[in-house]
T-cell receptor, first 114, second 115 residues
Framework: AQKITQTQPGMFVQEKEAVTLDCTYDTSDPSYGLFWYKQPSSGEMIFLIYQGSYDQQNATEGRYSLNFQKARKSANLVISASQLGDSAMYFC???????????FGTGTSLTVIP | NAGVMQNPRHLVRRRGQEARLRCSPM?????VYWYRQLPEEGLKFMVYLQKENIIDESGMPKERFSAEFPKEGPSILRIQQVVRGDSAAYFC?????????????FGPGTRLLVL
């Protein structure tokens, strides 16, 4: 089974609107961390936000927030007030307490329309 | 405060040649991870190293691929006798400690093209 599933290959959003990028995960570890990264066309991977499995509150970082629903095993990224510079690939990733690696989803390509 | 450095940024090799990819972690980071990204896919873990030690190489192909992180100098990912299927972007990441809450900071990647 896939550890991380991102079901939206491509998304479009109007500038200044909010957008939600979906991510579901699969783990039996009691403790894990969830991460979102942005990959612009230039190719680098930029860390956006982190959510720990035991965190009581949803993580927020500026215009980024993480809608964490533990029972549903989902960790959706919400980008508020979209900007043209938000156009990029977005990857959800997970690290389990029992492992060393990040598991990445296949990514969602976000296009912000002026 | 320099980030993770990788070089070269682009590498072209002919089938059968060797490819050497270098990664200098962020200052103060002693944990290095290598990932491979095939076109249109997410990153796949290859290997995790600390200084002079390979901690986890469960994602590394058994043949032709090797990695090291010497006491001095950058981490090296070495691919011998490259084949077209090795064409991909190779990312290095580093972190100061190994913990589930610890973000891995990525370098800009090396794009390997095998002709």
């Amino acid at each position: 089974a896939q550890k991380i599933t991102q079901t939206q290959p491509g998304m479009f959003v109007q500038e200044k609107e909010a957008v939600t990028l979906d991510c579901t995960y699969d783990t039996s570890d009691p403790s894990y961390g969830l991460f979102w990264y942005k990959q612009p066309s230039s190719g680098e991977m930029i860390f956006l936000i982190y959510q720990g499995s035991y965190d009581q509150q949803n993580a927020t970082e500026g215009r980024y927030s993480l809608n964490f629903q533990k029972a549903r095993k989902s960790a959706n990224l919400v980008i508020s007030a979209s900007q043209l510079g938000d156009s990029a690939m977005y990857f959800c990733a997970m690290r389990e307490v029992t492992g060393n690696q990040f598991y990445f989803g296949t990514g969602t390509s976000l296009t912000v329309i002026p | 405060n320099a980030g993770v450095m990788q070089n070269p940024r682009h590498l072209v090799r002919r089938r059968g040649q060797e490819a050497r990819l270098r990664c200098s972690p962020m200052k103060g980071h002693s944990h290095v991870y290598w990932y491979r990204q095939l076109p249109e896919e997410g990153l796949k873990f290859m290997v995790y190293l600390q200084k002079e030690n390979i901690i986890d190489e469960s994602g590394m192909p058994k043949e032709r691929f090797s990695a090291e992180f010497p006491k001095e100098g950058p981490s090296i990912l070495r691919i011998q006798q490259v084949v077209r299927g090795d064409s991909a972007a190779y990312f290095c990441a580093s972190s100061p400690i190994s913990a589930i809450s610890e973000t891995q900071y990525f370098g800009p990647g090396t794009r390997l093209l095998v002709l």
